[in-house]
């Protein structure tokens, strides 16, 4: 806890007030161009990764990125959803996961855990991404488990966007031409993101040259590496 509070001390002193003008002009009013989706997990710092600054970004945080059908949850995801797109009016949803996932690691290993069915019951939104990898997985012998986690990522990207697009201020947004989905793999020991282009079916990485493309038809080719 000590870590936060001096944390906030710095904040308060040295940060917020070289920044007080942003923050200022934030007070009342919030213009995030993106709705950016990715796992609650701590290595995952969207606003590093992209050096945005406050107001850049409208961000939903849960266990695994996902984004459950709609009208199966009327949770905190779909009202996020909903919000950003309709109130907010981001013209991107980005749908983001990462390597070493626990969220994917449990849907994996297909292991029931007692002591948390809020956490089973979440990642049976996951399954698709899984009955997909293990159709695939069949045809590559040979995968490690490093290589089934890394598939069984980008599925579940792939998955989650397809249930994205169930929800009804998404798919307006899609029809008008408004709005354009992401799907992308945030690798952490190298720092690189990988953009799912869904005219070739598979992820590539963004090298900064180029603008990624986004999402048309999520359909995947699921390679290991
Ligand atoms: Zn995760």
Known sequence: MQQLLDGYQRFRADVFPKRANLFEKLAEHQKPSTL???????RVVPDMILQTNPGDL????????????YGETHGG???TIEYA???VNVQNIILCGHSDCGAMKAVLSEKKHDSMPTVDSWLQHSHSALQLLKSEASQHQKWTNKEMLRALTRANVVSQIQ???THPSVAAGLTKGTLNIYGWVYEIHSGEIQNFNS???RFLS???NTT??????PRLQLMAS
Request: proline share 10%; hydrophobic share 45%; glycine share 8%.
């Open 36 to 42: 950016f989706i990715t796992c609650a997990d701590s």
């Open 58 to 69: 409208f961000i939903c945080r849960n266990a695994g990125n996902i984004v459950p059908p």
């Open 77 to 79: 995801v779909s009202a």
């Open 85 to 87: 797109v309709m109130a």
């Open 163 to 165: 249930n994205l697009r």
């Open 199 to 201: 005219q070739q079916g």
């Open 206 to 208: 963004i090298d900064g």
């Open 212 to 217: 990624p493309v986004p999402v048309v038809q």
